[in-house]
């Protein structure tokens, strides 16, 4: 009898029923996931928009309609008046300022003037009078003599003060070429008394020489040491007087001077007393 492998038989069999299996599962998902998937969009319902035509209303130029209530404010607003003061504005103004404002007035008055006397030649002229006579040529050239005068008169004015104004810019300017000019001639006289005085103090010398009868000094000591030499040098100097050494072979002599006369040569040699006993010689 032939040999039957079974065992081989039962794995193959086991084999394909396990991949069924698998094929099954898979498919259960997937119809599980798709009927999950129905349901939910059945859910949601559909929202269908209707779109409305706009009725385009032509616009109305409207004005506002008026308050109901007029506040208190706005009606103190409209009635208010302010104070104007004009004589503030001319007193901080300047001089040439007060005088160009006063030539503008100046002129609006005279045009007004000017004004006012045509009106009233109008006036007179359109007035309906049987009676009257009508002016003859002479008076109206006295009429147009006067308003000419007027303005002539306005002019001489203006002209009178513009003048007055370039005097006494004419007048500081020559006063401050004036102050200047003394300032010069002082300085050059204070100058002067300089020179001279100096002068003076330089030609005084040559006029004092001959005073002069001899020179005398003072001799504070004679040392062979150089340094005990320096050292009384430096006490004199220290003291205020100008000494220095004169070498003359061994000895080294500290001398102060030339003095002057021999009673300045004894004053000094009082007040050296204090440093060094010295004593007078003649240089």
Partial sequence: ????????????????????????????????????????????????EISQ??????????????????????????????????????????REQEQQLQRLQ????????LAELKENIQIEQMQPNINAVEPNAQDKKVVALTAEEFEAKTQAEQKAAE??????????????????????????????????????????????????????GLQCGAFKNKAQAENMQARLAMAGYNARINSNGEWNRVVVGPIGDRAAASQAQANARSVAECLIVGM
Avoid at 20 to 31: A, E, M, P
Avoid at 33 to 48: C, D, F, G, H, N
């Fill in 1 to 48: 009898m032939p040999n039957r492998d079974y065992a081989a038989r039962s794995k193959k069999s086991g084999k394909s029923v396990n991949k069924l299996l698998i094929l099954i599962i898979v498919l259960l998902l997937l119809g599980m996931s798709a009927l999950a998937l129905m349901l939910l969009s059945s859910k949601e319902p559909v929202k269908t």
């Fill in 53 to 94: 035509p706009v009725a385009i209303q032509p616009q109305k130029s409207e004005l506002p309609t008026p308050p109901a209530e007029i506040y208190s404010y706005i009606r103190d607003l409209e009635t208010r008046e302010v104070p104007v003061d004009k004589n503030a504005r001319i007193a901080q103004l300047t």
């Fill in 106 to 113: 100046e002129e609006e008055k005279r045009k007004q003037a």
């Fill in 163 to 216: 003048e007055k104004s370039k005097q006494a810019e004419l007048r500081k300017q020559q006063d401050a070429k004036r102050a200047a000019d003394l300032q010069a001639q002082k300085a050059k006289e204070v100058a002067q008394v300089k020179e001279s005085n100096a002068t003076k103090v330089v030609a005084k010398p040559a006029n004092d020489a001959p005073k002069v009868i001899g020179k005398f």
